[in-house]
């Protein structure tokens, strides 16, 4: 079992930042790790991922060039840097992890992945 909190969520103004941290605890057995935003009325989307051995990212097309995704491993915790946010950015973002690299968490589908957080909730509003 993997358990999963985030924090960073924030009200800031169009334009603004935010930082957004994943602590995971459990099983370490979790070859993958991404972010997930629901905004109101709208589906889960997934908006950026990480292998956790290979460190390489995946995005969004929506996210490419404004959000960034990291992890600190001593930690077990991954960051999702959001620059240039906009009012569409409004959402729950959620933490997720996969017990399995597939194709299904590169490509950022609910279906890929196994443990979620609570979600932590971003608005960017003026």
């Known amino acids: 079992q993997v358990q999963l909190v985030e924090s960073g969520g924030d009200s800031v103004q169009p334009g603004g930042s935010l930082r957004l941290s994943c602590a995971a605890s459990?099983?370490?057995?979790?070859?993958?790790m991404a972010w997930f935003r629901q905004a109101p009325g709208k589906e889960r989307e997934g908006v950026a991922g990480?292998?956790?051995?290979?460190?390489?990212?995946y995005y969004a097309d929506s996210v490419k060039g404004r959000f960034t995704i990291s992890q600190d491993k001593a930690a077990n915790t991954v960051f999702l840097e959001m620059d240039k946010l906009q009012p569409e950015d409004t959402a729950i973002y959620y933490c997720?992890?996969?017990?399995?690299?597939?194709?299904?968490?590169?490509?950022?589908?609910?279906?890929?992945?196994?443990?979620w957080g609570q979600g932590t909730q971003v608005t960017v509003s003026s």
């Open positions: 459990g099983n370490s057995d979790r070859p993958f």
């Open positions: 997720a992890a996969a017990k399995i690299y597939s194709s299904a968490a590169v490509y950022l589908r609910e279906a890929g992945f196994h443990y």
């Open positions: 990480i292998g956790i051995k290979t460190n390489n990212p």
